[in-house]
């Protein structure tokens, strides 16, 4: 099973600041097969990056991904009000599908 | 648009079976190159995957649930199923169900169904 380590466990940042989220697989992840969530309260999980680099649709140009090795990230470069949630990174490409155990952005 | 909706009992007694049905509309289940799956998360915790299954029947699962759980599909009314046995307080979560492609994340996902294992 493929483990995925998210850190940091919460991040507190300011509107308008850019958040770095990161995500490290246990062993290679096949093909880059990585996506990222978002969560919000009462809500089904959002899916926002797949592919680790390719935006779902609708998802704004705010969000990116991006993979270096078994490191994953996430990057919002300029955070909005609406961007306060939890996100989860998720790997697709080994079963059994795993889930990082998520990263908190919370507004300072 | 796709959607999916949970449906079923909210509470469960300890020993028992979990059973609940994902209801797809907007799109065949009955097509190729699509999976259904299960998906659950305990409150306040992270997401667990739990199986999947394709149009034709074929399914495969999570070991971390030791045989327990079994997914079907019922195509004449674009629903499957998911069926849990022997549940204990540790089953208590949001159960969703969501769509993905062949080797692809879950893109489309229902609202969540809460079940509570307990006396």
């Known amino acids: 099973e493929i483990v995925l380590t998210q850190s940091p466990g919460t991040l507190a940042l300011s509107p308008g600041e850019r958040a770095t989220l990161s995500c490290r697989a246990s062993q290679s992840v096949s093909s880059r097969y990585l996506a990222w969530y978002q969560q919000k309260p009462g809500q089904a999980p959002r899916l926002l990056i797949y592919g680790a680099s390719s935006r779902a649709t609708g998802i704004p140009d705010r969000f990116s991904g991006s993979a270096s090795g078994t490191d994953f990230t996430l990057t919002i470069s300029r955070l909005e009000p609406e961007d306060f949630a939890v996100y989860y990174c998720h790997q697709y490409g080994n079963s059994p599908y795993t889930f990082g155990q998520g990263t908190k952005l919370e507004i300072k | 648009q796709m959607q999916l909706q949970e449906s079923g009992p909210g509470l469960v007694k300890p020993s028992e079976t979990l059973s609940l049905t994902c209801s797809v509309s907007g799109g065949s289940i009955n097509k190729s190159s699509f999976y259904w799956d299960w998906i659950r998360q305990p409150p306040g915790k992270g997401l667990e995957w739990i199986g999947s299954m394709y149009y034709s029947g074929s399914t495969y699962y999570n070991p971390s649930l030791e045989s327990r759980a079994t997914i079907s599909v019922d195509t004449s009314k674009n629903q499957f199923s998911l069926r849990v046995t022997s549940v204990t307080a540790a089953d208590t979560a949001v159960y969703f169900c969501?769509?993905?492609?062949?080797?692809?994340?879950?893109?489309?996902w229902g609202q969540g169904s809460l079940v509570t294992v307990s006396s």
């Open positions: 969501a769509r993905r492609a062949w080797v692809g994340p879950f893109d489309f």
